[in-house]
């Protein structure tokens, strides 16, 4: 019990690590290439945020292991819908712009059904897989156009950007390139070397204490996976940038969705558990309309409400351990 557990851990820390440096190599070398910072924050920073779960899920797929990858993406979607954004509305109420909302939240919103209604019926295929990806690459195409006529009104994706600079106060100190490259280097490594040993320590453990794959999946491995998330989020409220944690909370949704989605879909194609289908799709439906309506309302998140996101979380998380 203990090597796995342990596994676990040093998989979940050397994920994030590995997460971080990757983002921020990449960040300073695309500045160095002559990027915008518009297309930074929509195209490098979006991903590399991502790669976590990513690299989590991509690993669990080619483990044989489904239920552990496609528990990651909805299970990270719960916690970033619900602990993340419930965590950011207590610290400072949530400033919603209208715009924003309905174009990155309603499109997560439709990933997640698009998703439970192929998982419910065709099951997953590699075209599915490419027609997330190419919705994707749809949406960063428009996000962009979008964000070079209107600047101040940025999409999720651009808020992604913001909370990463916010928790990164030196992200634009000058540094030879070289250095650059090699933090990138370090942290592709790493990303990898974490996410095989995470998946590893997860299916050890969920064997020895007679857990589902697809239960850990939504619960020990989303949350881990969510972190890096979670630390920019609470930091943009502290710092009074209550508009930064909700548009880093629908990026990701937006990126889980359709690129780990996607990827995953491809790579191994197949049918989802049913305490995926049955279970964890139906709530993360449920939990981004509610979030819609709570967003919609007044126009910002109250305390109140991230109270209930929270409770809600902790409940559907207990639940999820004790009786899935």
Do not use: C
């Not at 499109?107 to 490419?130: D, K, Q, R, S």
Request: charged share 10%; no cysteine; aromatic share 6%.
């Amino acid at each position: 019990m203990l090597i796995p557990l342990l596994l676990l851990l040093a998989g979940f820390v050397i994920l994030i690590v590995g997460g971080e440096l990757l983002v921020r190599g990449a960040v300073r070398v695309a500045e160095r290439a002559g990027m915008s910072e518009l297309l930074i924050g929509l195209t490098i920073v979006g991903f590399g945020t991502s790669a976590p779960e990513l690299v989590a899920s991509v690993e669990a797929a080619r483990a044989g292991s489904p239920g552990i990858a496609w528990g990651n993406i909805v299970g990270s979607n719960l916690a970033n819908s619900l602990l993340i954004l419930g965590a950011a509305s207590l610290i400072l109420p949530v400033v919603v712009p209208r715009g924003p909302l309905w174009r990155d939240g309603g499109l997560a919103l439709v990933a997640t059904i698009m998703l439970w209604l192929v998982a419910t019926t065709t099951g997953i295929t590699v075209a599915i897989g490419i027609i997330f990806l190419i919705i994707l690459m749809a949406y960063l195409s428009y996000a962009y156009r979008a964000e070079q006529t209107q600047p101040a009104g940025a999409s999720a994706l651009h808020e992604k950007a913001e909370a990463l600079e916010i928790s990164d106060t030196h992200l634009h100190d000058v540094q030879p390139l070289w250095r650059s490259i090699l933090v990138l280097v370090f942290g592709i490594i790493l990303i990898v070397l974490g996410g095989r040993w995470l998946v590893d320590g997860a299916v050890e453990l969920a064997r020895l204490i007679g857990m589902s794959e697809a239960v850990i999946g939504l619960t020990v491995i989303a949350i881990g996976t969510s972190l890096p998330e979670l630390v920019t989020s609470v930091i943009a409220a502290y710092k009074g940038a209550s508009a930064v944690a909700l548009g880093n909370v629908l990026g990701s949704n937006i990126f889980n969705l359709l690129l780990i989605g996607g990827v995953t879909a491809i790579i191994a194609p197949g049918t989802i558990p049913g305490e995926i289908t049955g279970f964890g799709l139906p709530v993360l439906i449920a939990a981004s309309i509610l979030l819609l309506i709570f967003a919609a309302t007044g126009r910002r998140i109250t305390r109140r409400e991230g109270g209930i996101l929270l409770v809600t979380y902790l409940v559907l998380l207990v639940y999820n351990i004790v009786a899935v």
